[in-house]
């Protein structure tokens, strides 16, 4: 009786499933596992004037985490100034309710603030891990302005765009913090604290976008066309 040619055993398969896996390497977001880990830096200004703006800030954190693609996993790190030269910085949170239980436990004290500690504590961790985003709430500048546009352009140089959201009107402060955002290759919005929404919408926005770049950041301003000031200034590129 004569064997069938098509009946023997050619590697077909082994074949298929070698090309299957080489394809996978090649776009590593497709692999199993762990989603990719996007870290940024989240800076408050955290001054006796300030408890008002933490208080709600706490509350609204969790949109920077709810923005974040399902391939991407977002990691916090609480950052903030208070008191006589009191720069504090907390591990980094994976979770909006671990990051809401840190900020519930802090007290806003009396000081000045000290941006560029935190601009430095930035860079510094920005030699080890990863950033992809610095954001920062506040509402005053009693600090050089030079030196803080010094510190927001290495940032730029390193691709860690600055997200500031200013409380306030103050038309100089104003001036300055647009210029450090333009710096770093990032983004200026005011806010007003009457409107809990508006902050929790940028934030929103921020995350998006240290996170999926101009397209998640795109996709959030289509549904929330506020967010199209901050795509106005971001690089295209």
Request: net charge positive; hydrophobic share 40%; aromatic share 6%.
């Amino acid at each position: 009786m004569s064997k069938n040619p098509t009946s023997r055993n050619e590697p077909t398969q082994p074949s298929q499933a070698v090309a299957s896996f080489i394809a996978q390497a090649k776009s590593p977001t497709k692999l199993p596992g762990k989603p990719i880990e996007s870290r940024i830096i989240f800076g408050l200004d955290a001054t006796a004037s300030r408890e008002p703006t933490w208080d709600q800030a706490s509350q609204i954190q969790h949109e920077m985490f709810a923005a974040v693609q399902s391939n991407q996993r977002l990691a916090v790190q609480l950052c903030f100034y208070r008191g006589f030269r009191e720069l504090k910085a907390s591990r980094f949170c994976h979770s909006a309710t671990e990051l809401q239980g840190l900020m519930g436990r802090v007290r806003c004290r009396g000081g000045h603030t000290q941006i560029s500690r935190l601009l430095k504590h930035a860079l510094k961790i920005s030699r080890v891990d990863a950033l992809k985003a610095v954001l920062f709430v506040g509402d005053a500048i009693e600090e050089s302005v030079d030196d803080l546009c010094d510190q927001a352009g290495l940032l730029g140089l390193k691709k860690i765009p600055l997200f500031i959201f200013h409380e306030g009107r103050d038309v100089a402060v104003e001036r300055t913090f647009r210029a450090m955002t333009k710096l770093s290759g990032g983004a200026y919005a005011p806010f007003d604290l009457a409107s809990p929404d508006q902050l929790k919408r940028l934030l929103a926005g921020a995350a998006a976008y240290a996170t999926g770049g101009r397209a998640a950041l795109g996709s959030l301003a289509y549904q929330q066309p506020g967010l199209k000031q901050l795509t106005a200034q971001l690089p295209k590129t």
